[in-house]
């Protein structure tokens, strides 16, 4: 008579533990195909990504394009006072400006 609510108990965790077992069995199949697509997830970049890039890199070129034009200014200036040093250092400046400009693209003024 003691084994009876022993054997109950075995069952009720039979089937209890079927639904448990079912779902492992499904979480080891799915997962190199979870696994798979998170890579691929991680190995692509989206588009609004990559725009979001290449604004940041633009305007880094921008900035970086303002920061020569003031220098070339002030280098300009100086070399119309009379430093040689300074008109070789416009020179160089200008160079570099001439350099970066094509990277950026020509916006018409409205």
């Known amino acids: 008579m003691t084994r009876a609510p022993s054997l ?3 069952g009720l965790a039979a089937i209890a533990l079927q639904g448990c077992i079912a779902k492992t069995a ?5 997962a190199p ?3 798979g697509s998170k890579a691929v997830d991680l ?10 890039k290449r604004g940041r890199e633009l305007r880094k070129r921008e900035e970086e394009l303002g ?4 220098r070339y200014r002030d280098q300009r ?6 430093s040689r040093k300074a008109c ?5 400046t200008y160079e570099e400006i001439e350099r970066l400009r094509p ?4 916006e018409p003024d409205d």
């Open 88 to 92: 070789e250092k416009a020179r160089e």
């Open 77 to 82: 200036e100086d070399c119309e006072d009379g």
């Open 33 to 35: 195909i979870k696994v």
């Open 103 to 106: 990277t950026i693209p020509y």
């Open 43 to 52: 190995a692509t970049t989206s588009q609004s990504e990559a725009d979001e």
């Open 8 to 10: 109950l108990l075995l």
């Open 26 to 30: 499904l979480d080891i199949a799915t």
């Open 67 to 70: 920061k020569l034009e003031r």
